[in-house]
Nanobody, 124 residues
Framework: QVQLVESGGGLVQAGGSLRLSCAVS????????MGWFRQAPGKEREFVAE????????YYPDSVKGRFGISRDNAKNTVYLQMNSLKPEDTAVYYC?????????????????WGQGTQVTVSS
């Protein structure tokens, strides 16, 4: 049984930072891409970061580029999302997901397993 458990969400003031973690069990973590997504109330799910299986390549949309950083520790089966210079519009539930390929695609359809989500709230 594949499980993804996010942690690290919370309330932060605009301009602040948070680091999310996602621990994965039940599959060979180092074989697949990992991604972070977010969904705000009334909005569609948004892809915010992706990292290749070996950690050598990453993808960010323009909305977070330069502010967010994704990393992974394949020895700990954990992926991280460092979020800096947070804005109120970053408020959302953040989900980590485990992919089905090893390389960057920036395609949500490539993600098969999902965590339960962690709330991030940025106050102005």
């Amino acid at each position: 049984q594949v499980q993804l458990v996010e942690s690290g969400g919370g309330l932060v003031q605009a301009g602040g930072s948070l680091r999310l973690s996602c621990a994965v069990s039940g599959r060979t973590f180092s074989t697949y891409t990992m991604g972070w997504f977010r969904q705000a109330p009334g909005k569609e799910r948004e892809f915010v970061a992706e990292i290749s299986a070996n950690g050598g390549n990453t993808y960010y949309p323009d909305s977070v580029k330069g502010r967010f950083g994704i990393s992974r520790d394949n020895a700990k089966n954990t992926v991280y999302l460092q979020m800096n210079s947070l804005k109120p519009e970053d408020t959302a539930v953040y989900y980590c997901a485990s992919g089905t390929v090893a390389f960057i695609t920036a395609q949500a359809i490539r993600y098969k397993y999902w965590g339960q989500g962690t709330q991030v709230t940025v106050s102005s």
